[in-house]
């Protein structure tokens, strides 16, 4: 089992080790994906400092605690591009014909993909660590309440990987068809209120948000950090942490099954 447990270990470590390398060799695409998502908060953040002046708030949001919406809005940005990390990194092992090896020799497809999903996680920590520290200079919190954020964000980078191994196994066996996720995906995130407050806008965006799990599972990352006390949060949101809770749970194992049935079916499918 000792042994079992090693190789595991070894295998999901190199797969890690190659795809950082691999990713680092054109530094350029890697910084960029982190400094786009930053110029995606300034402009709320530009829009709300205005409107702040003519009201009090929005919802739970002030001028002093809406730097934590938009900090937020960068680290879910960030731990969002994981679908196309999945995306990328097994359409690259397919186009260097190294996936169909992969899958013969004995190595466990669980393997690959976990490596894809640390890989991710180290890629953008230094970026999402910095964000996180100066959301906390601006609005600090308490130590268990930091805890429980990483629990939180963790939770959706969890949610994101089992979309994401959904994505990865169109790659493998029906690539043309990613186009029809993507659409409804990239419709859920704007209907998400993901950088701007879900009452800065009218009525008929509330609904389709109000319908929408990406924006509970956003939306609870930003209460826990204002209201900085455990209980509080779980007792008053205590339908959204379900929802969160559930979606964390399920969607890698829906994702990771579904992947399994796409290759055991249809293969690897080359260009």
């Keep these: 089992m000792l042994d079992n447990l090693k190789d595991n270990l070894s295998q999901i470590y190199a797969i890690t080790e190659k795809n950082i390398k691999l990713q680092l060799r054109h530094k350029l695409n890697w910084f960029l ?6 110029i995606g908060i300034v402009l709320p953040l530009v829009i709300m400092g205005q409107l702040f002046t003519l009201t009090d708030n929005f919802g739970d949001w002030n001028r002093n605690n809406f730097v934590v919406y938009q900090f937020t809005t960068y680290q879910i940005m960030l ?9 990328s990194n097994i359409a690259l092992e397919k186009g260097m014909m190294t996936l169909t090896a992969m899958f013969i020799a004995p190595f ?20 999402f660590i910095v964000f996180f520290v100066m959301c906390y200079m601006f609005y600090p919190i ?17 949610f994101f990987s089992g979309i994401g191994l959904v994505f990865g196994a169109f790659v493998i066996a029906k690539e043309k068809l990613i186009i029809l996720l993507s659409l409804p995906l990239s419709i859920a995130v704007m209907f998400s209120c993901l950088t701007l407050p879900f009452d800065f806008f009218p009525e008929t965006y509330k609904f389709f948000a109000s319908l929408n799990p990406f924006y509970y599972l ?27 809770l559930v979606l ?20 690897i499918r080359i260009y």
Excluded: C
């Design 248 to 267: 964390a749970i399920l969607s890698p194992i829906i994702g990771l099954k579904f992947f399994n049935y796409v290759y055991d079916k249809y293969g």
């Design 218 to 244: 956003f939306n609870i990352v930003r209460l826990v950090w204002i209201e900085n006390n455990i209980i509080i949060s779980i007792s008053s949101h205590i339908l959204t942490f379900i929802i969160v």
């Design 33 to 38: 994906g982190l400094i786009f998502p930053i």
């Design 79 to 87: 731990i969002y591009q994981i679908l196309s990390r999945f995306q």
């Design 108 to 127: 466990k497809r669980i393997n690959l993909l976990i490596g894809i999903f640390f890989t991710h996680i180290i890629l953008i920590l230094i970026p």
């Design 142 to 158: 308490s130590i268990i309440t930091i805890i429980f954020m990483f629990v939180v964000f963790f939770m959706m980078a969890l």
